[in-house]
C-alpha cells in the first residue's frame, strides 16, 4: 500500500508539473483556434502554378502560395452525418488558423507580404488529387461572399460560413478551394484541430 500510495503521489506531482505548460501554450494561441471537439482539418494539401500549368505537384502535407503563381487547392471531408445526425441542413463554419512562426514551431510557418489572399471555390464533391493541375482543377463552385480583406499572423480568420449541403447517403463529400495572392508569399504545415503539439494551424470547419 505504502508503495502504491507514492506512486500515486509521484503521478498527481508530475501532473501538476506539466499541466501548466499544457495551459500556457494553449492561452498563447491566436484567439478562435481553441477549436471545438469534433473540428475537421484539411486532409489534402495540392499545389498549382500558374508558370508551370501542367505540372503535377501531388498531394503534400505543406501547402504553398506565392505572388502571382503558386497556390494550394485545400480538401477537407464532410461527413453526411455527424453523432446520428445529417450535415445537409447544418452550417458549416471554414476558418484558417494563422499563428505566428514562433506559436506554431515546430511546424513550418513562412510569411512575407501584405497578406492578401483569395481563395476560390470548387464544387461540393469536386476535390484534388496527385493528377491536379493549374489547367486541370476541380469543378468550380461558389466562392466565400465576404472573405477576410487580409491575414497576417497572430490571428484566426472566418473565411465562409455557409449551408454545409451534404447529400444523405453519400458517406460525406469533399469541399474546398484554392488559396491564392497576388502579393504574399505564405508557406504553412497543415496541423490537425489540436494543433499536432503546437497552436492549430491551417484550414478547419467546424460543424454547428
Not at 481553441?34 to 498531394?59: C, N, Q, Y
Request: charged fraction near 15%.
Amino acid at each position: 500500500m505504502r508503495v502504491a500510495s507514492i506512486a500515486t503521489m509521484l503521478g498527481l506531482l508530475c501532473s501538476a508539473i506539466a499541466a501548466p505548460s499544457i495551459f500556457r501554450r494553449q492561452a498563447d494561441c491566436p484567439a478562435g483556434s481553441d477549436f471545438p471537439e469534433g473540428a475537421i482539418a484539411a486532409d489534402r494539401l495540392v499545389p498549382i502554378s500558374e508558370s508551370e500549368p501542367d505540372r503535377k505537384f501531388g498531394i503534400v502535407d505543406t501547402g504553398v502560395v506565392t505572388p502571382g503563381d503558386m497556390c494550394t487547392i485545400v480538401n477537407l471531408f464532410i461527413p453526411d452525418f455527424i453523432d446520428g445526425e445529417s450535415t445537409l441542413l447544418k452550417t458549416c463554419t471554414l476558418s484558417f488558423a494563422f499563428p505566428t512562426a514562433e506559436q506554431a514551431s515546430p511546424h513550418t510557418l513562412e510569411f512575407s507580404g501584405p497578406g492578401h489572399f483569395s481563395f476560390t471555390g470548387y464544387l461540393t464533391g469536386s476535390g484534388a488529387d496527385e493528377d491536379t493541375t493549374y489547367n486541370n482543377q476541380p469543378l468550380p463552385g461558389p466562392s466565400p461572399p465576404s472573405p477576410p480583406p487580409e491575414m497576417t499572423p497572430g490571428h484566426t480568420y472566418t473565411i465562409a460560413t455557409l449551408p454545409c449541403m451534404i447529400l444523405p447517403g453519400t458517406g460525406g463529400q469533399v469541399v474546398g478551394g484554392a488559396l491564392c495572392s497576388e502579393d504574399t508569399s505564405l508557406t504553412w504545415y497543415q496541423t490537425d484541430s489540436e494543433g499536432s503539439g503546437s497552436c492549430p494551424l491551417g484550414f478547419f470547419v467546424v460543424v454547428s
